[in-house]
């Protein structure tokens, strides 16, 4: 298929779903796409008459669509400068050891547990996943996805400081993530050879501390162009070049792209709200922004549902699949307390706190990518399609009853984080 036919396919999908979804289901927009989208699929699976040639022609759609090029190196640049431009640098440096402590000691210590439950989880099952593998499922299982759980706080009433957590946790985990994703395939690509602590941590370094300084340059260069002018169509066209040029110079020079991103968007949009904008300009950004997020977000809500087409499933992985979901809770919920705990001495957190973490987790279509990111063969087969099941675990039945688990919560759901004054810096 062409690619336009691609596009004008799953837009199509996307704007029909999204009617359907909010005339009848009435769920949040991404749990409503993803679950209308996987019916659809499983009714075409279905040997049901006349669904063979649609079939085929969705299939063959799907097969002409690299999801992981698409999410890693098409989406996930402007989703997360998107997610960064409205954060206000203020809530998170409120936040701010809990958010860096999580997206990072949290994302490793999640990976190692995941990682290595499920080495045991596939041995015992008989599925020929190397430990390599393991580790990587566990690294590109760990990071959280703001997407679908944003608006689910919205609906729920949860406090400011639970949505500034979860996004700010997000943002950064997901760069961490996928720098430590790179790291460990090179390895796994590279054999033993490549398991030398020096290397391992020589290239997690490069690509962190790259993605910073060139996100601080492009945000800074991007802060001082719209400081010079006053017109909103330029500075629109600004912040769009900063999310997709940016994203593509890191890649070029093998330093973390989504850190790239979301540090310049977050430099971006504080530096600019502070008195650079107008009023016009702001509204125009903030505008463009959002419709950028929400229509990115339709389609690959859609693409998530519609990937169970071609998966390879067999009982042995479905078994796998649904076993590692309590694995990957377990871990989430390990990789949330162990951190919070050892922060006890500076903060008093409220009661609930890891509950609400563990279960507000979601994962989502980055890990998805990921895993179709691997090198091809058996093990990357089985990953993909467990992959598949925990995600969509996650965005149905945690997505579905996040809001009234927070809900039941009641006060206990307070995350304020300025309950204490926190010394550290």
């Excluded at 989208?37 to 063959?60: F, H, I, W, Y």
């Excluded at 989504?258 to 650079?276: D, H, K, Q, S, Y």
Aim: charged share 10%.
């Amino acid at each position: 298929m062409r690619l336009y036919d691609i596009i004008a396919a799953l837009i199509t999908l996307a704007a029909l779903f999204s009617w359907f979804n909010h005339r009848f289901l009435k769920l949040p927009t991404a749990i409503g796409l993803m679950l209308i989208a996987l019916l659809m699929s499983l009714t075409l699976l279905s040997p049901l008459p006349g669904t063979d040639g649609l079939e085929q022609d969705v299939k063959r759609m799907l097969g002409s669509i690299a999801f992981d090029e698409t999410v890693l190196h098409g989406m996930l640049g402007f989703l997360l400068f998107a997610g960064a431009l409205h954060v206000r640098l203020t809530d998170l440096a409120r936040h701010r050891a809990a958010i860096l402590v999580l997206a990072s000691l949290g994302v490793l210590i999640s990976a190692l547990l995941v990682g290595a439950g499920a080495w045991l989880l596939f041995l015992l099952l008989g599925l020929p996943v190397p430990f390599i593998y393991c580790l990587l499922f566990g690294t590109l299982i760990s990071p959280t996805d703001p997407i679908a759980v944003l608006s689910i706080l919205k609906q729920a009433a949860a406090p400011k400081s639970l949505e500034t957590k979860i996004t700010g946790e997000s943002l950064f985990n997901d760069g961490v993530a996928v720098v430590l994703f790179l790291v460990l395939v090179k390895i796994a690509v590279g054999g033993t050879a490549g398991m030398h602590p020096g290397i391992f941590l020589g290239a997690f370094f490069t690509e962190a501390l790259g993605g910073l300084a060139l996100g601080l340059g492009t945000g800074g260069l991007a802060y001082l162009m719209m400081r010079s002018i006053d017109n909103y169509q330029v500075e629109v066209l600004i912040t769009l070049a900063v999310a997709s040029g940016a994203y593509a110079v890191a890649e070029h020079w093998h330093v973390s792209a989504p850190i790239t991103v979301v540090i310049a968007g977050l430099l971006i949009g504080n530096l600019a709200r502070e008195g650079i904008w107008s009023a016009e300009t702001m509204r125009y950004v903030d505008a463009f922004w959002e419709l950028v997020d929400e229509i990115l977000n339709a389609v690959l809500f859609v693409l998530i549902g519609l990937e169970v087409m071609v998966m390879k499933m067999s009982a042995p992985i479905l078994l796998a699949g649904l076993l590692a979901i309590p694995l990957v809770l377990a871990a989430r919920a390990v990789s949330t307390g162990v951190p919070l705990a050892a922060l006890k001495r500076f903060r008093t957190w409220s009661p609930g706190v890891v509950a609400i973490l563990t279960w507000g987790g979601l994962r989502g279509g980055i890990s998805v990518a990921m895993a179709l990111a691997l090198p091809h063969g058996e093990a990357r087969d089985i990953l993909v399609s467990v992959t598949y099941v925990v995600v969509v675990f996650s965005i149905l039945v945690q997505g579905l009853t996040l809001a009234p688990f927070i809900r039941s919560m009641g006060r206990r759901a307070d995350l304020e984080f300025s309950q204490t004054s926190l010394s550290v810096p």
